[in-house]
Structure formats: structure tokens, C-alpha cells
């Protein structure tokens, strides 16, 4: 929770020097850094498992699809306000489980439903009107993009790992998941901006470093505990995110939006919990 949720806020500060391009492209490199040592330290064990025509198929998918999802969000973050694109962007798990069931057969409770509608409820919330104390447009239509692209990703993350295993999933998709960036870069003719001294790579490397603990930490933790003792706690990053934006950036929702964003993040939070 706390590593995802402190990179978020920190890749807000990268975009605004380096372009949300850049900033998505060098994050996923440094991100590498992390599984590697993960999936090195599981080659010297020999403890190495691997369905190769299965993680073929998944795992490039799943790359594009969190690639254009990465984007997506660090261009939100950088041009909206952080507190309404985190709080919506958190609602990927209401995607993941409709896909879950529409596509792989899993059912969905009457309990799960209702947490779905009430996420719902609190995007339109987020929607309503300006926020006051900042000069960010409100950002809600990344936010939703996030949703779905992370959403759609997550669905098809679970095939990958079962595939190769969680630190291997973490490192291919996460590879892959570059090469929209570099796609959409080249196509757009955007130069990729390297970072300015010392504090601009310092900056950088948090966020990748950060982003790639969040889904070893959580890979780790669902590999020795419940998946409802995890996840909830996971999903609540968010609200790292939008207290480091009240507090240093000074943003502002009306308190409408802050019902909003709260109703969000606590349905999400919910319905993680109903995943166990």
C-alpha cells in the first residue's frame, strides 16, 4: 500500500519535468531492477517452473494492456488533479472482477455487486464541478482510463503468474508492458527527456523501485497469507496518495468530491475483501 501509493505521488512531480512519456517509460526500466533479483535468486535455487506456451500467450497481452494503462495514469497525474485520478484509478478492481466473470467463469456475490455500484456512485461524485485551492483541471476522465487499462491488466496478470510464477509474471509483463510507451513515443515523434542532475535520477529511481516493490510485496504476501487479508490492505493506496497531495500540494476537493473519493476507495477496499 505505502510503496504503491507514495510512487503515484512521486510520478506526479517526475512527469512535470520529464513529460508523462518519459516518465512512464523510465520507471518501468528501473522497475526491472526489483523481480530481477527476485527471479535470479530463484534460478540459483533451481526452483524454476515455467509453462512456456501459456506464459506466450498471456503475457504479451497483459503487457500492452498495463503499458497503455501506465500511460494513461501518469499523464492523469500529471495534468489532473492526483486526488480524483488515484481515487478513480483505485476502481480497477471492480473491472478485474467483471472480467473475471464474464471471461474466466468466476461468480460474482450479490455483496460484490453492490460494492461495484457503490464505486460507481463515487466516480460520479468525483465528476461534480472544479476543485477549489488548485490549478488542475479534475483529471476524472484519466482516472477512468486508468481504471480500465489497469483493470483489464489485472484480470489477465493472474493467468501469466499461474504460467511462470509471481516474480517471473512480474518481470516479463512488466518488460513487455515498455514497449507501448515506446510504441506510442515513436509514433508521436516525443524525443524521451532524460532527467536533469542527480535529484531528477534520484527522483526517477524512487518511483520505479517503489512500483516494482508494490507488486513484489504483494506477490509475497499472497503467497503466505489470505488473499482478504492482503488485498484489502493493498488496495488502499490510494489514500497515501491523495494525503500527500492535501498536504504538500494543497489540493483542494469540494466536499463533495471528498465524499466521493472516500466512497471509492472504502468500496474498493470492500470489495477486496470479498475476493478471499
Known amino acids: 500500500m505505502l510503496a504503491w501509493g507514495i510512487a503515484d505521488y512521486l510520478a506526479r512531480s517526475a512527469a512535470g519535468r520529464i513529460g508523462s512519456v518519459s516518465t512512464t517509460l523510465l520507471t518501468q ?6 523481480p530481477a533479483v527476485f ?20 503475457a504479451p497481452l497483459t503487457g500492452a494492456v498495463l503499458g497503455v494503462g501506465y500511460l494513461v495514469y501518469y499523464t492523469g497525474l500529471a495534468r489532473g ?18 472480467i473475471a466473470v464474464a471471461a474466466f467463469g468466476e461468480r460474482v456475490a ?7 455500484a457503490a ?26 482510463g486508468t481504471m480500465l487499462g489497469i483493470g483489464v491488466a489485472m484480470a489477465l496478470f493472474d493467468r501469466v503468474t499461474a504460467a511462470a510464477g509471481p516474480m517471473l509474471a512480474v518481470l516479463v509483463v512488466r518488460a513487455l508492458s515498455t514497449i507501448p510507451t515506446f510504441a506510442f513515443s515513436h509514433v508521436r515523434r516525443l524525443p524521451i527527456q532524460w532527467p536533469v542532475g542527480g535529484s531528477g535520477w534520484l527522483l526517477l529511481a524512487a518511483v520505479g ?6 507488486y513484489v510485496g504483494y506477490n509475497l504476501g499472497v503467497a503466505s497469507a489470505p488473499v482478504s487479508l492482503v ?16 498536504v504538500i500540494n494543497r489540493e483542494r476537493p ?23
Open 39 to 58: 527471479v535470479a535468486a530463484e534460478l540459483a535455487t533451481g526452483e524454476f517452473r515455467v509453462d512456456w506456451p501459456a506464459l506466450a500467450t498471456w
Open 119 to 144: 464505486i460507481l456512485a463515487g466516480i460520479l461524485l468525483l465528476s461534480v464541478g472544479p476543485l477549489t485551492g488548485a490549478d488542475v483541471g479534475s483529471g476524472l476522465p484519466w482516472g477512468l
Open 254 to 276: 469540494r466536499l463533495i468530491q471528498w465524499a466521493g473519493a472516500t466512497l471509492t476507495v472504502a468500496a474498493t477496499i470492500g470489495l477486496s475483501v470479498f475476493l478471499g
Open 209 to 214: 523501485i517503489l512500483d516494482a516493490a508494490g
Open 29 to 34: 526500466l528501473i522497475g526491472l531492477t526489483l
Open 110 to 116: 450479490s455483496e460484490q455487486l453492490a460494492l461495484m
Open 81 to 98: 488533479a492526483v486526488t480524483v485520478v488515484s481515487s478513480a484509478a483505485s476502481a480497477w478492481l471492480a473491472v478485474t472482477i467483471l
Open 231 to 246: 488485498a484489502p490492505i493493498a488496495a488502499a493506496h490510494p489514500v497515501a496518495t491523495i494525503a500527500l497531495a492535501v
